[in-house]
């Protein structure tokens, strides 16, 4: 299966959105800094995965 490019960089816009949000709303709720970028990387991978299959069917 070949992905393009396109589809690559729009997964990973959306990880990084979504890492980026939850990790300033731990932050602010009291969180350590590494403690949030840490329990935030599992949900950022299914995100990365789950744009990346909706990009790649988009894109056909």
Request: aromatic fraction near 4%.
């Amino acid at each position: 299966m070949n992905i393009p490019s396109r589809a690559w960089t729009l997964a990973l816009l959306a990880a990084l959105l979504w890492a980026g949000i939850g990790t300033i709303q731990k932050t602010g709720r009291g969180i350590p800094l590494g403690d949030a970028v840490v329990s935030e990387l599992p949900l950022t991978a299914l995100v990365f995965v789950v744009a990346l299959l909706v990009a790649a069917q988009r894109n056909r």
